[in-house]
């Protein structure tokens, strides 16, 4: 399994980014699953709704399962964030793994960045940024080896990542 990761600020793109990797990456046979770090308390069922029900009554793990999907959902006992390691072994092995959000993992990590944020950028400081996307690559504000791909040519990220994908190979007993 490559696992990448995808940082940036809220608001400069990933999501979209990711979405459209997705697409195109399936487009060329390869499958992949994703993990997206959320910020605030969020939920994914509604009150009333028999998961809601069971999680209100204190279970620790819910799962539905239909003929076609299948979500867990899982009560801290204790509040504390998850490393992205610790939800990877939790990931049925794919060819691909997006990891959006967790910027500061130890994971190879393609940075997202908008100058019209302005935000300034991780890569200059950050060892696992393998690569900028970006939506004005003359606007970077300091110079880089790593490669810069516009956010808008998708299939270009997407030949890197499978010309490179080697370095993407994740192995969970160095991780685990």
């Given amino acids: 399994m ?11 793109g990933k999501t979209t980014l990711v979405e459209r990797l997705i697409i195109e990456l399936k487009a060329r046979g390869q499958r ?8 605030k308390t969020f939920d994914i069922d509604h009150p009333g709704k028999d998961t ?29 964030q998850p ?7 939790e990931m049925v092995p794919c060819d691909w ?8 993992a130890d994971i190879p990590k ?7 944020l302005g ?10 940024v393998a690569a900028v996307a970006t939506d004005a690559p003359q606007a970077l504000p300091q110079p880089t080896q790593r490669p810069v791909f516009e956010m808008a040519d998708v299939p270009a ?6 010309d490179t994908a080697a370095r993407f190979d994740y192995d969970p007993e160095i991780h685990g």
């Fill in 157 to 162: 990220l997407a030949s890197w990542l499978m």
């Fill in 52 to 80: 809601w029900r069971h999680r209100q009554a204190g279970a620790f793990e819910v799962m539905i399962a239909s003929g076609h999907r299948l979500a867990k959902m899982r009560e801290y006992e204790v509040q504390g």
């Fill in 110 to 116: 393609v940075e997202v960045w908008r100058a019209a």
């Fill in 2 to 12: 490559r696992v990448v990761g995808f940082c940036g600020p809220s608001g400069v």
């Fill in 119 to 128: 935000e300034p950028p991780m890569y200059p400081d950050e060892p696992y």
């Fill in 32 to 39: 992949v699953s994703v993990i997206k770090h959320a910020h």
């Fill in 83 to 89: 490393t992205v390691h610790q939800l990877i072994a």
């Fill in 97 to 104: 793994l997006l990891v959006e959000g967790f910027k500061h």
